[in-house]
């Protein structure tokens, strides 16, 4: 049986999805804006499907409309260890805390049932506790906490989790007396000019400032018998802010918008801190890089910059991804797609430019306008009631136009005789 339901609280486009017991991929969803639905009390809801003089009903259900939620399938999943805890984080669907469900096994043992694990996260930020160092499989799916009648969303693609090396023992020895802790960090072997590039301790708790951009911390204990392996904890970048100062020491880069590998960093040594130059090796062309400045202040690393570059931009590569038309009308049509994947988008997007021409019309030239790139819906207007139309839609950079993707389009014919 069907399942209608929005993506998130304040959506008033409603999807319904079904399956089919057919090899057919497509044809098993469609959206409907709220204004044509029964929202605030129970509705029966099913589906029929004819094929030539054949035809089939789904099992009826009944629901609320107004209180079903279905997440979107959990997006752009970064892991990282803490010791034995594995941290997963991804973008949050809504502002209130989300149920999830967690999935994962060794990545060596494909066979090997999935564990599981279920709580109760806040902006899509959970651990997973108490793990072998190796590597695993995992998948996420994620529920709304508000919804009176709340879905489950569709899982996850499977995310491996690195292998890392287990941290040994420290020896006996090194537990005596007389301990000296050795604390550093990857700011200071990369040439942070706030920090010292080792620090030593005899207590066990320190506090340490760091930036936005990822940073490792080690600590070795050492003590007359010798020093232990070191203890790492791995802090991931923060998400893009936008913060300004004039006052910059060094920056680093890092790939695209969620990873977190460092590529490069040079120091700043230019006295005019209003012209500043660096040379940054193995910057890619097209390639979206994450870009930091940070300064001293009282001694401590303060990112005072973070911004999305290319060091040389081109027209996207891709066009954009699952055009759809729905609710069609006499006069308009309502389109929706997904936007360009980051690694085919190649610059920075100004807009889309949508064009449509009607079919079998040679008075008509094509009509074409701009829309803003930040937009995915989009609501077609003034076309011929009963025709059919050819639609492209692309993305455009500085640099051009990008593929485009295309559908056809058919407007309700016009009711003389009645209300329609």
Request: glycine share 4%; net charge positive; hydrophobic share 35%.
């Amino acid at each position: 049986s069907p399942q209608c339901f929005r993506q998130h609280a304040d959506q008033t486009v409603y999807i319904c999805e079904w399956s089919l017991n057919t090899n057919e991929s497509d044809g098993n969803s469609t959206k409907i804006v709220e204004e044509q639905l029964i929202r605030t009390r129970p509705v029966v809801i099913w589906v029929e499907a004819h094929v030539g003089d054949s035809s089939c009903t789904s099992l009826r259900r009944s629901v609320t409309l107004e209180d079903t939620v279905k997440y979107e399938t959990p997006q752009n999943i970064s892991v990282s260890w803490l010791k034995k805890n594995l941290s997963l984080s991804w973008q949050a669907a809504e502002k209130y805390p989300a149920r999830a469900e967690v999935w994962f096994r060794p990545y060596a043992r494909p066979t090997e049932s999935w564990k599981q694990v279920r709580l109760n996260v806040t902006a899509s930020f959970i651990v997973v506790e108490n793990l072998n160092y190796s590597a695993y499989e995992i998948q996420i799916r994620q529920q709304s906490s508000k919804a009176k009648n709340p879905l489950w969303s569709n899982w996850s693609p499977v995310v491996i989790a690195p292998l890392v090396s287990a941290p040994q023992k420290m020896p006996h020895a090194a537990a005596v007396s007389g301990v000296t802790y050795i604390l550093s960090d990857t700011l200071s072997s990369q040439g942070c000019p706030c920090e010292e590039k080792r620090k030593k301790h005899h207590m066990n708790k320190h506090t340490i400032y760091v930036p936005y951009s990822a940073v490792n911390i080690s600590v070795i204990a050492r003590n007359a018998a010798g020093s232990s392996p070191p203890a790492v904890v791995q802090i991931p970048t923060e998400p893009v802010a936008d913060l300004k100062s004039r006052l910059q020491k060094y920056f680093l880069l890092v790939p695209d918008f969620y990873a977190t590998i460092i590529k490069e960093v040079k120091e700043v040594t230019t006295a005019d801190q209003s012209r500043l130059s660096v040379s940054v090796a193995d910057i890619k062309d097209y390639i979206r890089y994450l870009y930091f400045e940070h300064r001293c202040k009282g001694g401590n690393p303060q990112t005072v910059k973070m911004c999305l570059f290319y060091q040389r931009e081109g027209a996207p590569a891709k066009e954009p991804q699952g055009l759809l038309v729905f609710n069609e009308a006499h006069s308009s049509v309502n389109l929706s797609w997904k936007t360009i994947p980051y690694k085919e988008q190649r610059g920075f997007l100004t807009h889309y430019r949508l064009c449509r021409v009607k079919i079998s019309s040679q008075d008509e030239p094509e009509v074409c306008s701009n829309i803003s790139a930040s937009t995915v819906k989009y609501r077609l207007e003034n076309l011929t009631p009963g025709a059919k139309y050819n639609v492209s839609l692309a993305g455009v950079t500085r640099k051009g136009e990008g593929p485009k993707a295309t559908i056809t389009i058919t407007t309700s014919p016009q009711n003389f005789y009645g209300r329609s």
